[in-house]
């Protein structure tokens, strides 16, 4: 593990509330992986087990839509979503963590990328081992799913205004 990583690590700030130790505890149970420009990191629709730390590079985001494209035919279609960076809450794949619900969306390597994965099972053993650490890694990832939850709550009522808007003329 090179310097720079283990300090982008250390000063994500979904473990912000943890000591140093607290990080190296979860830095321990962490593995860095490596992914290449165009490589799939995750695939909609799998089961996942692991979720991410994001070091560096970029990702690409999508989901696969249903299109109607004639009288009564549909076809699939993958639709690029967003691009994500490491930046503040830094962490993807965290919904593997609480369930053995298909993965959500597809993510793709749009750079070369660093990430540190925690798998289940290890995060599941912290969590027993060290309850307090696993309450304020809890804490703050429940806090990055509600920002989510609140940012595609804005996103369905803007869609829903506009398409309202739309059929009323």
């Known amino acids: ?85 490491p930046g503040p809450s830094g962490l993807f794949g965290d919904m593997a963590m609480f369930g053995d619900e298909p993965r959500s969306a597809t993510i793709t390597a749009s750079s070369d990328c660093v990430l540190f994965a925690i798998s289940r099972e290890s995060f599941t053993e912290l969590c027993v081992k060290e309850p307090g650490l696993g309450v304020k890694l809890l804490h703050r990832i429940a806090l990055v799913l509600c920002e989510r939850l609140r940012k595609s709550n804005s996103d369905v009522l803007k869609l829903s205004t506009a398409l309202s808007l739309a059929l009323s003329k």
């Open 1 to 85: 593990m090179k310097a720079s990583e283990i300090k982008a690590f250390q000063a994500m700030q979904v473990l912000s509330d943890l000591s140093a130790a607290e990080k190296e505890t979860v830095m321990a149970i962490s593995r860095r992986v490596n992914f290449r420009h165009g490589e799939v990191i995750m695939r909609e629709g799998e089961i996942g087990d692991s979720m991410y730390f994001f070091i560096e590079g970029e990702v690409k985001v999508s989901k696969e839509l249903t299109l109607k494209v004639g009288r009564g035919a549909f076809s699939q279609a993958e639709k690029s979503m967003l691009s994500l960076k």
